[in-house]
């Protein structure tokens, strides 16, 4: 493996209080030509600890939402080459060989597309509906951009062709119950705000149902039962994400409307 032959890399992570991960994140990124992290104003360590790394550059940027985040820390890389990470994604050694070899010989795709193992604390979640979670990670600036229609669960836009490594992305999403319940309920008031601006209307049958229909789905057919009691906790909580959704779009717009009265 030929560093020098292979296209320079810039390693792009955003994060808000991830003392927990950073360490162990950005020690394992050696092979990059540079990394930037775009923090949301942490309170904890992340700050200082990315500091104490003399290869990373450390830029505080309010948020608004995942999306413009993204394009933000974009704008800030100096390569072409994009990778993209979150603060509990870890690259294996294999991984990482896979894509400087790919990067060096590719003349063909404009991004890459990683499967990812869903870490439940630290062993692997086999079913629960994650069993082929994908994502693009890696990508040329210049043929992609995230949408601004998406305000979590960004939606990458590529201008060519996507290509997909075999290896997979080890994704430690799950450290703790109170930790991922606060990542799920942000993604579903954050899920609520895209559906509000889309004028999406609240409705009490699919608060009730969607929730319900998301666990069952999950646990049953994409064999959540399977991983015992660790496939019960994240059904629940995705599940649950899910119902947040409908109850924080609900207030969005009862909130509005009792703005609308008030000014009449």
Not at 32 to 43: C, G, H, K, P, R
Not at 116 to 121: D, T, V
Not at 164 to 186: E, G, I, P
Request: aromatic share 14%; charged share 25%.
């Amino acid at each position: 493996m030929n560093l020098n032959l292979a296209p320079k890399i810039s390693v792009l992570v955003i994060t808000l209080n991830e003392e927990a991960n950073m360490q162990a994140l950005l020690v394992d990124l050696g092979f990059a030509d540079e990394i930037i992290i775009v923090d949301s104003y942490s309170t904890d360590k992340t700050k200082s600890i990315a500091q104490s790394f003399s290869n990373v550059k450390f830029i505080e940027n309010r948020f608004e939402n995942y999306s413009s985040q993204r394009n933000f820390a974009i704008s800030q890389a100096k390569n072409d080459w994009i990778l993209f990470l979150d603060a509990d994604e870890r690259l294996t050694t294999e991984l990482k060989e896979e894509i400087i070899e790919t990067l060096q010989n590719n003349k063909t795709y404009s991004a890459f597309l990683f499967y990812r193992i869903f870490m439940f604390q630290n062993s692997v979640l086999h079913f629960s509906g994650l069993q082929t979670d994908k994502i693009l990670r890696l990508f040329d600036k210049n043929f992609a951009k995230y949408s601004n229609n998406q305000l979590v669960h960004e939606k990458l836009i590529v201008n060519g062709k996507i290509g997909v490594f075999k290896n997979k992305l080890l994704h430690y999403s799950y450290s703790d119950y109170q930790s991922y319940k606060y990542k799920a309920t942000r993604y579903g008031k954050l899920k609520a705000q895209e559906k509000f601006i889309k004028k999406h209307k609240p409705s009490f049958l699919l608060h009730i149902v969607h929730p319900s229909y998301n666990f069952l789905y999950n646990y049953f057919i994409r064999l959540g039962f399977l991983d015992g009691k660790k496939g019960i906790i994240i059904c629940y909580l995705n599940a649950y994400s899910v119902f947040v959704r409908y109850q924080e779009l609900k207030l969005l717009w009862g909130n509005r409307n009792l703005i609308s009265r008030k000014n009449i």
